[in-house]
């Protein structure tokens, strides 16, 4: 019943929209091309930051300035002349670790977290990557990557947790009830499993190419990480 309800309102939401506004809500700018006032002006609906991009393009930023400008963001979300104000989001590409903040704490990255063979250790560092993340103001992680790696060539090899997919299975699991939780308190934050079905099993390992597979086997190998998630 609280699903139907909750499907209602955002549909009543929706509909009240104009083209523009609804446009907006689709559009994600990184932080180094969009101002807060540009965010109510255009009606964003959520923003960006991958690796590379801080406060005023401020490498050491610290805790301080991200919140301000999480808070700047919010604050002209809040400010649009929709008949509902939708709250922006900010997501963050915290893949091992809050890696983008300065002083931050950085764990190992995917492929020597699965050499451990600890679904538990994956869990943990995840809640701790929520616990940063929403301290800097940002509610929403781009991990973790569920990539099944199946050839050495390909150059991102260490965002994959495993070959295996059951292994990568247990850990998209784990990762995910680490960070998120109950989604309620301040140590909580969204994940986001990334990045696209297959992408670790690309013809010739090229990044970005081409996936030949059965249907079959894109389950089975490539499919097993975001079942678990």
């Not at 255009?42 to 923003?47: N, P």
């Not at 805790?63 to 963050?92: E, F, H, N, R």
């Not at 680490?178 to 309620?184: E, F, I, N, S």
């Not at 990044?207 to 059965?214: I, N, S, V």
């Amino acid at each position: 019943k609280r699903d139907a309800a909750m499907e209602a309102r955002i549909a009543d939401i929706v509909r009240n929209m104009t083209l523009r506004q609804k446009i907006g809500q689709m559009t994600q700018p990184d932080i180094r091309s969009i101002k807060p006032d540009e965010v109510r002006q255009y009606y964003i609906g959520s923003i960006l930051n991958g690796g590379g991009a801080w406060p005023n393009g401020k490498k050491q930023a610290d805790v301080a300035d991200w919140v301000a400008l999480s808070d700047a963001y919010y604050k002209a979300s809040m400010a649009t002349d929709m008949k509902v104000k939708v709250p922006v989001i900010w997501g963050t590409d915290a893949v091992h670790g809050h890696n983008n903040v300065f002083k931050t704490t950085l764990f190992p990255h995917n492929i020597g977290l699965g050499a451990t063979h600890d679904p538990q250790l994956v869990r943990d560092i995840a809640h701790l990557t929520a616990k940063q993340v929403r301290a800097t103001g940002i509610t929403w992680a781009f991990a973790p990557t569920v990539a099944v790696v199946q050839n050495p060539r390909w150059g991102r090899t260490y965002e994959s947790y495993s070959s295996d997919p059951q292994l990568v299975r247990t850990y998209a699991r784990e990762f995910v009830a680490g960070m998120q939780g109950d989604l309620k308190g301040p140590d909580a934050a969204v994940a986001s499993v990334k990045h696209f079905i297959g992408d670790g099993g690309t013809h010739g390992g090229v990044d970005q190419g081409e996936t030949r597979t059965t249907r079959n086997s894109l389950i089975k190998t490539h499919g097993q990480g975001f079942l678990g998630a």
